[in-house]
């Protein structure tokens, strides 16, 4: 019988090829670019012969070897590429905390509210989400500019916890809306003040919603290019302006293996975040799918 019910071995060979090709297909341009940046620009931008890029000749006769680390060096050490994922955690962290904490409050408030301006109040909120964040940029300058705050880390956690409050505020309230209010009901019934039943009970069940929100959220901060690099100064750059910096302008010469380098060392902690919280954010995102 089980056998019976297993797929042709066509359809299985059909879907395994298909899985390997698209896991081929997406791993493809990390790996690439991982292995690029222990070349020299000569080989891995080369022209002439494509192969350079894998059997490194330039790299080879400037450095003996057909890898070096020279871009990392580089970019960390000559560039204090440092400074820049410093900063870089010091924004995500504190956007990260402010956020929840906020949308975490605001959501359950939200969630629990029998008032009617409670719809409208998202709405308002879904709306700012869809504007352009580099829209709303340009009214914080002024008054940034005016108190002499530009330049500085906490302009850009102010306005990325701006631009990321909305989403945060709806997607908590969501998850918060499909926690049955008989838990806090129950709560009160044992002795608990509203803040609590929010605290004690209804926070440990939501805590897969809060996580799969402040993975979004830290992501947001985390790849900001436009809000962080109009906001920021050289000296206070996140990593993504930085990298950016690197490539140069028509006006200035870069050094792309710099970049790419950078590049390399900016992706990996996405990917050991998500191999991670692999499990949380599944279950955060199907959080509530499944009734009963």
């Not at 690029?36 to 330039?58: C, N």
């Amino acid at each position: 019988m089980l056998s019976s019910r297993k797929a042709p071995w066509q359809m299985r060979l059909f879907t395994g090829s298909i899985l390997v090709l698209w896991l081929v297909l997406a791993a493809f341009p990390f790996l690439w670019t991982l292995w690029g940046s222990f070349k020299v620009e000569l080989d891995f931008f080369s022209k002439e012969d494509w192969r350079s890029a894998i059997t490194g000749p330039r790299t080879l006769v400037e450095y003996g070897s057909a890898y070096t680390g020279a871009g990392y060096e580089g970019a960390w050490i000559e560039e204090e590429f440092w400074r820049s994922a410093l900063n870089t955690f010091i924004v995500c962290f504190f956007t990260v905390l402010i956020s929840l904490t906020l949308g975490t409050l605001g959501g359950y408030a939200l969630s629990r509210s029998t008032y009617n301006y409670t719809f409208w109040i998202l709405i308002v909120a879904l709306i700012f989400r869809a504007m352009p964040p580099i829209t709303l940029v340009a009214g914080y300058l002024l008054p940034f500019f005016e108190w002499n705050l530009w330049g500085h880390l906490a302009t850009s956690i102010i306005v990325l916890v701006a631009i990321n409050q909305p989403f945060t505020l709806w997607m908590l309230h969501s998850f918060f809306s499909k926690i049955p209010k008989e838990l806090d009901e129950s709560a009160k019934v044992d002795g608990c003040t509203q803040f609590q039943a929010f605290r004690r009970v209804i926070i440990p069940v939501m805590w897969p919603g809060v996580i799969t929100t402040g993975l979004f959220s830290f992501l947001l901060a985390y790849n900001d290019f436009a809000i962080t690099s109009m906001l920021l100064s050289k000296e206070n750059q996140t990593m993504i302006p930085k990298i950016a910096s690197f490539l140069g302008t028509t006006q200035t010469e870069g050094n792309v293996m710099f970049a790419v380098a950078a590049v390399v060392s900016a992706t990996v902690p996405l990917f050991i975040l998500v191999m991670f919280f692999q499990r949380q954010i599944v279950s955060g995102l199907t959080a509530g799918a499944v009734k009963g």
